[in-house]
């Protein structure tokens, strides 16, 4: 087997172990503090492969499998930036939430 075509199987492999398998529902977790971990190991994950991507462009002779490893980095690193702008869009949101049931409840004292 040819190493690039190892390694895309091997990471086919991983991102269905992060996002449950193909013809499973992928579990959801209901605890936030579990999901917020839990994203943050995936953003570190997806960003661990962005930068092995790069690092086997680098050492690799043939400029199109230069081209192949340095186009799977750059979706790998636009797979980070969507998981991070999710991040702080539910940060975002919870914040948002807390503060507009603070109101209620500063409200209701008043009364």
Not at 23 to 51: N, S, V
């Amino acid at each position: 087997m040819v190493p690039a075509q190892h390694y895309h199987n091997t990471l086919s492999k991983k991102i269905f172990d992060i996002v449950g398998k193909p013809d499973t529902q992928p579990r959801i977790i209901r605890y936030a503090f579990i999901l917020q971990a839990q994203q943050m190991d995936i953003t570190e994950e997806f960003q661990k492969h962005a930068d092995e991507c790069r690092h086997m462009a680098r050492f690799t002779r043939d400029l199109q499998s230069k081209v192949m490893w340095n186009r799977m980095a750059e979706r790998w690193g636009d797979l980070v930036a969507t998981e991070q702008a999710k991040t702080r869009q539910r940060a975002e949101a919870r914040t948002k939430r807390a503060q507009s049931v603070h109101r209620r409840v500063d409200q209701s004292r008043a009364a």
